[in-house]
DNA sequence: GGCACTCCTGTAAAGGTTTACAGCCGCTGG
DNA sequence: CCAGCGGCTGTAAACCTTTACAGGAGTGCC
């Protein structure tokens, strides 16, 4: 009997006087008898018919779904890589499962292992922090995963890095070269992988530059705007005399230039601000802040590729722990140089509002 | 035989010597002898055992998936909405299915139909605009639905509303107590659901106000950035007299701010300019944004629940449409008015970054 | 001692789809 | 005219789980 609930091809097969076999072949493009066909597609459009995926996926074994696990949807770098990893995914013809850990280590290998329930045929994780826990989770992993951070050597599975070092001395070195030597840094937790990075960068370039580190023009806080004016209240208490303030991510940097126009100082005439990230907020600021893109949209673009691979039918998965790094781009604006990115420029284009 | 692949119930009772039922009663905290308990669990934790989501899903009819679908998951407005969805989600034992329709109708109405594929148990719906064929595919929707826009009244479909017409009145009652009367008004694309309401806020606050509209301080664009400081500057040129500009985002506002400051006015003292949304890009401004805040958070957090009350077991699902709508709150900051907000304050706390 | 009852367990069906296999029919070629 | 073959079609199994139902063993009571 077709009694309740949604239209299935066993319905479509008491409608159309056959079997259930030839529905699903009719549906698929398998062939079948003109007449066949027809009455087939006539019942399925007559009834409404929709096949339900999650028998398909039952049977098939993938659900065509992958999942995105970062710490915090709210911040601007992991919504760039949402937007990537959507676009692939949905261009794939999958579809994208979003998963907030809220920066729980807990949580975030919960998410590896929770690959066995089968929901998603696939992961790309953004760790928060990288804990023996973790290379053992990963390394047992029950499918596919891609991490993006900087991931030990041993550890099977794809990893997409951003080049931080690299990163911090670009704007180090652009920063000298625009004339300041007293450059404070402004850093997020060290113990996170992006605060630890960040910090190697800075001393990096530093040395790179023949400029001594010097202890007293360095902080680290937390990530967030207010934080980053606290700190840079901090700094420029203890020493008045710094000329360039680079900081580890753009909120942090934001907050930096409040704490400078509230102290008085003219950027970037008096001193010079730099960010990390380049997220929209740079281009918000006032003056426009010069940011280092790390490329989040292509890390993430990148990494949700490298799933797909793994799950293309053509390998039988046995290619070897992929690593690749997004390289940083410098992106100078008035925070740092007088004349840069004027008022109207044609960045940030084309985003709706709500 | 418990061949390749991972281990099921099947694995678990032929190594427990007992029944794939007494398995699946044990595992779901159902009586059992204790001997048959110890022997279950120890069988499924020797092989790591995880049930099968999909094979679980399929038999009871719900896959305890939501499906977000907005316009364009970058904007901050939409960003809002999905952090506080998918942690109620996520609190409710959901997962969360992002979806972006790119801004087409065409896709927004199949993410509606493909509710019958029964891929996830209900969607939250952030439409660009409502067309007759939006109001017909959601009256057919084929699962509960919660759409977040201006909702038609006869559609029976939930609906969580932003009051426009209200935020509009209070930013611009705002301007007019500090003592602005030639207020511009920059708005985005007429034929969108923001746009068309804030229009009309606009218009109904001046109105209430007592002060005549004047279409040359009114002028239509694309959101964004860039759109935004372009307009301004035509405005600008056009009626130097302005001593205002309200912006129907806190885009346009930032371009708003950005002309202003390359045309040499000063703010608040020459112009005051007030956005909409109140998103961290408000507080990235110098001087920072007045803003309304339109509780974008608040309306994902209303849509979420209210979904989630028509998929309670409870509910047979026969209750009304119904119709909420999120009061606006006026944020005052530096850019309307000298002494608000300072630098250092504690708003936009926390964000991590990668 | 036997009956009834309880407690536990196993068998089997159901959920919707895909697909291997076998069967049927009609046609072609010898 | 018959063997054989090709093209369609139907039956049934499989994917993995939950659960209704029936059956078996043990206990308590009369």
Redesign the pocket.
């Known amino acids: 009997m077709s009694s309740g ?9 008491e409608r159309a ?12 493009g ?8 027809d009455r087939v597609r006539r019942a399925a459009s007559e009834l409404g ?8 996926s ?4 993938h659900t065509r779904q992958l999942t995105f696990a970062v710490p915090d949807i709210g911040n601007p770098v992991y919504v760039a890589m949402v937007r990537e990893i959507q676009a692939v995914a949905k261009a794939a013809g999958y579809r994208l499962l979003l998963h907030s850990t809220d920066a729980d280590v807990a949580d975030e290998l919960g998410v590896v292992r929770s690959l066995a329930d ?1 929901t998603s045929d696939g992961l790309v994780l953004v760790p928060i922090r990288i804990t023996p826990a973790h290379v053992e989770a990963l390394t047992a992993a029950p499918g596919p995963v891609v991490v993006i951070g900087s991931l030990p050597d041993g550890v099977p599975v794809d990893g997409v890095q951003a080049d931080s070092v690299t990163g911090a001395e670009l704007a180090v070195r652009h920063l000298v070269e625009s004339g300041r030597r007293r450059i404070a840094f402004v850093n997020g937790p060290v113990d996170t992988v992006p605060g630890g990075n960040r910090g190697r960068g800075y001393r990096a370039a530093l040395a790179a530059c023949g400029i001594p580190y010097d202890p007293e023009l360095v902080t680290a806080t937390d990530f967030g705007v207010g934080a980053g004016a606290r700190a840079t209240a901090r700094l420029l208490a203890a020493r008045p005399d710094l000329d360039a303030v680079f900081c580890a991510n753009d909120q942090l940097a934001i907050g930096a230039v409040q704490a400078l126009h509230a102290a008085g100082r003219r950027i970037p005439r008096d001193t010079a601000v730099a960010g990390m990230d380049d997220s929209d907020l740079a281009v918000a600021a006032w003056p426009p802040l010069t940011s280092v893109d790390l490329g989040a949209g292509e890390r993430g673009r990148r990494a949700a590729r490298m799933l797909l691979e793994r799950l293309a039918p053509g390998s039988g998965e046995p290619l070897p722990a992929r690593r690749t790094t997004a390289a940083p781009r410098l992106v100078v604006r008035g925070s740092t140089s007088p004349g840069a990115a004027p008022a109207g420029s044609d960045e940030q284009e084309g985003a709706k509002s709500a």
């Not at 039952?58 to 074994?61: E, H, P, S, T, V």
């Open positions: 609930g949604p239209p299935t091809i066993v319905s479509i097969a006087g056959v079997s259930i076999a030839s529905v699903s072949r009719v549906l698929n398998l062939g079948a008898r003109p007449e066949t066909e018919y929709v096949p339900n995926a999650v028998a398909r039952l049977k098939d074994g089968r």
